[in-house]
């Protein structure tokens, strides 16, 4: 592709590098990442955000194809990843309902993957199932992105929220990072508080009582030395918050719908809560919200949540030109 005069200071690795750290590889969890490795992506994702500003569309990853599968509802990930590999000049197979395919009919994962890889060269997996993008790896030939397995991890959505952090904030180490809402069902807060651990933050974790952090992967973090606090309340973290990442109370984890009922209103970010917080902070959420914050603060230059989705499409651009082995 021939890039226009003004465009061609635009540092976007173009070449063919298939030696790359992500090329041919699965991206299943946050563990697998290097400091080193975020920072590589996040210039790339960089790279992409200034394409897609400039040019829109382009042929980087032209004749390649995406299978979008999802087992679960989504808007952001699966729209995003449809719209990285379009902007890319890629092609989507898109499987939003699982039940218009053969797994209505009992088809299993592995076959299921073994099947649309036949056809592609990447496969988006979202699943209600923890563990199953490590399955879909195993039988799969070609990358398999988790995009979510049930309470387990949302790497690709971690990253996203870490490059948002950087954006918003100018660097991550020596932030106060207070993650508030569902933290027991919330595969997001599990990925990005296991990713922090690569940097030097501090972690609040408010939630009511039956949906706290799940007390294994506090230990984790513990072990790598992260200090962690937990509270009832946002109130006593207020002045010392940089990050306030809040999360929606996930419904459809609930067995007794009593228990959500009894703490789906816990907590909601409101115009008078935004006073009390700091002039210089980002508020986060992964989306979709119901309730968590309202509408009155979406105008508030701190809240970053609808710049985050967008910076999603920028950084699965970086993700999947990286692992077709073209940045
Ligand atoms: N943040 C997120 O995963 O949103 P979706 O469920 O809409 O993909």
């Given at each position: ?66 299978v979008?599968l999802f087992y ?21 197979i898109?499987i939003n309902d699982v039940k218009y395919s053969s797994v209505a009919k009992g088809e299993s994962l592995p076959d299921t993957i073994r099947t649309l890889e036949s056809y592609a060269?990447?496969t988006?997996l979202r699943h209600p199932e923890?563990?199953s993008?490590?399955i879909a790896?195993q039988y799969g030939?070609?990358?398999i ?183």
């Amino acid at each position: 592709m021939s890039l226009p005069l003004h465009l061609r200071n635009i540092h976007l690795p173009l070449g063919d590098q298939r030696t790359g750290r992500l090329y041919g590889k699965d991206v299943l969890s946050v563990a697998q990442f290097t400091r080193d490795d975020l920072e590589y992506i996040f210039g790339v994702a960089e790279a992409m955000r200034n394409m897609v500003a400039h040019i829109g569309t382009f042929d980087l990853l032209k004749g390649k194809i995406l299978v979008n599968l999802f087992y679960e509802p989504s808007t952001r990930t699966s729209s995003s990843f449809a719209a990285a590999m379009e902007r890319l000049g890629g092609s989507v197979i898109q499987i939003n309902d699982v039940k218009y395919s053969s797994v209505a009919k009992g088809e299993s994962l592995p076959d299921t993957i073994r099947t649309l890889e036949s056809y592609a060269d990447v496969t988006v997996l979202r699943h209600p199932e923890t563990g199953s993008a490590a399955i879909a790896a195993q039988y799969g030939r070609k990358p398999i992105i988790n995009a979510g397995d049930g309470t387990g991890e949302h790497p690709t959505q971690a990253l996203l929220d870490l490059f948002t952090i950087r954006e918003e904030l100018g660097t991550i180490d020596g932030l106060t990072v207070t993650m508030l809402g569902d933290l027991k069902y919330g595969r997001t807060v599990h990925s990005l508080a296991k990713l922090l651990t690569l940097f030097e933050v501090r972690l609040n974790y408010v939630s009511p009582g039956i949906l706290r952090m799940p007390a294994a992967l506090v230990a984790q973090l513990e072990a790598k030395g992260r200090r962690q606090a937990q509270y009832d309340s946002l109130e006593p973290v207020m002045a010392e918050t940089d990050v306030l990442y809040v999360t929606r109370v996930q419904k459809e984890r609930f067995e007794d719908l009593n228990e959500y009922e009894a703490v789906k209103g816990a907590f909601v970010i409101t115009p008078e809560i935004m006073q009390q917080l700091r002039p210089k902070m980002a508020l986060m959420h992964p989306l979709p919200r119901v309730g968590e914050i309202a509408p009155e603060v979406d105008n508030d230059p701190r809240a970053a949540y609808f710049r985050q989705m967008e910076y999603g499409l920028y950084v699965r651009m970086a993700l999947l030109a990286m692992v077709l082995g073209k940045a």
